[in-house]
């Protein structure tokens, strides 16, 4: 009865127990994408992670996109035909424009690794998110919650989430500009890096929410220090 009210009661137990069962499936599935991806990228059944057709999925006006009919002038560039798909039956003054493009590679081969870069930084970030995790999670249960080396560690878990989270946004934006760049020419440029780099907000809040968790716990450690020494 009693280990039953202790687990009950353990405030570390929900994330011990998410973030181990994360961890492992983490694991198991980086272990198997690193294989198959590694086989991919050699040219040996791409198809098998989606590698086949390298695509970029941007924001419409990432790209010049218009109608159908040859352009004399304009973004689109002297006798350039861009084309464009429409709503089928589409109601006397509605509009329709889409709200994004995929561009894809026919000779995809030499940019595998770079199409890569648009979804590894995330898995690595996420995985390094899951290691710090159980590190503060393991060092709480063995010197408790109210210990310096806690705070100075969950502090670090809040930058790590911050700048973690940006990086690995802005290596997406690059990867994807290049993508861009190769599909439609002259099209990699900081421009196209800055119109198609989504900032993280949810991951910046979170960043920003264990950040102030880190300087609580550095106010309740010190109270607690100061109560242990009238004591």
Known sequence: ???????RTDPLGPIDRV????????????VAMTVVTSVAVLGFAPHA???????????????????????????????????????VGLAPGATFTPASLSLCLDDPHAWRLVYLL?????????????????VL??????????????ARLTHVLGWYVILGSLAA???KAVATAALVGQAVPGR???GTVQYVWATPWTALLAGIGV????????????MRQDLDATI
């Open 211 to 222: 950040l102030t968790i880190a300087r609580v716990l550095q106010r309740a450690t010190a």
């Open 188 to 190: 990699f440029d900081a």
């Open 1 to 7: 009865m009693d280990d039953e009210d202790t687990t």
């Open 49 to 87: 992670v989606g590698l086949e057709d390298v695509c970029a999925t941007v924001p419409t006006g990432a790209v010049p996109f218009g109608s159908s009919e040859t352009s004399e002038t304009g973004d689109a560039g002297a006798g350039t035909t861009v084309h464009t798909f429409e709503v």
């Open 169 to 171: 946004s802005l290596v």
């Open 19 to 30: 973030t181990r069962v994360l961890g492992v499936l983490f694991l198991g599935w980086l």
């Open 137 to 150: 999670v393991s060092r709480a249960r063995s010197n408790g919650l109210f210990t310096p080396g806690i």
């Open 118 to 134: 648009t979804s590894l930084p995330t898995v690595l970030t996420l995985g390094g998110f899951l290691v710090l995790v159980r």
